[in-house]
């Protein structure tokens, strides 16, 4: 028996928002109405969402950076304290030029961002793409969170070959966080990942996309990995920052400077 998802339809929350509908629906290619579709990207109110459709799925998911998780990690994350900060590069005088290959939903590059930080975000998968430009566009319109999003810079496509083809100056980290093929229940737990899993798959090219990294940054790579997995194969990192439930690999280059 086939899992309920293979089709995705765009749907909007009510009659005023129909137009806005049409437009995404042209713009990533899906139907307005296809009755067996396993999700829906639907349009109202709060922006763009995907919401997986069924009996069992979770609730939707948008890109939000002005409330909830974004704003109270912004509030009380521990600022240049935090692992990710560290991972980085992040110092006293010095807040390096990063390059974020695989966005998603774009938390990690708005916590970078939100401690001074220039960012470009690579996202590949065109509906995740259109969750980031959607929650970027609306956050531009706050007063706080608006100067924070200002220095952050989405790009769509393929990262890999973005890189490889990269114009201009090279960013000075960059970040990946490659999609992990987990096997353990309790890693589908989050709602983000039960929706994405079906629609985004496993970065199974993790080694050509730390390949690709590695040429192209000027000072270091940060790879983002769950606490036990094992290091993407290619170069070794020099060393590892563990937090409970993750790490981050680190492969320097040259050292950052104020």
């Not at 713009?27 to 009755?35: F, I, K």
């Not at 983000?192 to 690709?212: I, K, Q, S, T, W």
């Amino acid at each position: 028996m086939e899992e309920q998802g293979a089709g995705i339809r765009v749907e909007a929350m009510s009659a005023e928002y129909a137009e806005q509908a049409k437009g995404w629906a042209e713009r990533l290619g899906l139907p307005l109405q296809d009755e067996s579709a396993g999700f829906a990207v639907q349009i109202g109110a709060d922006g763009l969402q995907i919401q997986q459709l069924g009996p069992q799925a979770p609730g939707p998911v948008r890109v939000d950076f002005v409330e909830g998780q974004a704003a109270h990690r912004r509030q009380f994350g521990g600022g240049n304290g935090q692992m990710i900060a560290k991972a980085v590069g992040i110092a006293q005088g010095i807040r390096p030029q990063v390059l974020d290959a695989t966005a998603g939903l774009g938390k990690d590059a708005f916590v970078l961002a939100s401690l001074g930080c220039q960012i470009t975000l690579i996202e590949r998968q065109p509906l995740i793409a259109a969750l980031l430009e959607d929650g970027l566009a609306r956050a531009r319109a706050d007063e706080e969170v608006g100067p924070i999003v200002g220095r952050m810079r989405l790009l769509a496509g393929n990262a890999i070959e973005r890189m490889r083809a990269w114009e201009g100056e090279a960013p000075q980290v960059i970040y990946l966080d490659p999609m992990f093929p987990h096997r353990d229940k309790s890693a589908l737990v989050k709602k983000e990942m039960r929706v994405f899993r079906p629609l985004v798959g496993d970065d199974l090219d993790a080694p050509a996309l730390l390949e690709a990294a590695l040429a192209l940054a000027s000072h270091r790579v940060v790879v983002k990995r769950p606490r036990k997995a094992p290091i993407i194969d290619g170069p070794k990192p020099s060393h590892s920052l563990e937090g409970k439930s993750s790490r981050y690999d680190i492969y320097p280059k040259k050292a950052l400077k104020a």
